[in-house]
């Protein structure tokens, strides 16, 4: 069992920076890929970003990449999303989950075991 706390959500302008953190307290040795998710109103939830168990793969989504950066530090048993550039489209609430897997990293919510209960971001023009 999982359990993920995110922080570090907020508002923000058009053209700022926040990093979001991921706090998972495990009670298993279980290797877990990492994602993060957003979901806006009247939305559905999207993929944001995801890391692979060793911090070696990660994926983006095509409307974040290159301003955003997913990272994780598996001693402090955290995963961080550096957001740069914002813009009022990202605002939503951002979820990170956990998906129990060595190797790879998914892009699909479906595969995600364990859910944080999210943070909001707010970007004002």
């Known amino acids: 069992q999982v359990q993920l706390v995110e922080s570090g959500g907020g508002l923000v302008q058009t053209g700022g920076s926040l990093r979001l953190s991921c706090a998972a307290s495990?009670?298993?040795?279980?290797?877990?890929?990492m994602g993060w998710f957003r979901q806006a109103p009247g939305k559905e939830r999207e993929f944001v970003a995801a890391i692979n168990w060793r911090g070696t793969t990660n994926y983006y989504a095509d409307s974040v990449k290159g301003r955003f950066t997913i990272s994780r530090d598996n001693v402090r048993n955290t995963a961080y999303l550096q957001m740069n550039s914002l813009k009022v489209e990202d605002t939503a609430v951002y979820y990170c989950?956990?998906?129990?897997?060595?190797?790879?990293?998914?892009?699909?919510?479906?595969?995600?075991?364990?859910w944080g209960q999210g943070t909001q971001v707010t970007v004002s023009s």
């Open positions: 989950a956990a998906d129990e897997q060595v190797i790879g990293a998914s892009r699909s919510a479906s595969e995600y075991d364990y």
């Open positions: 495990q009670r298993t040795r279980s290797a877990y890929a």
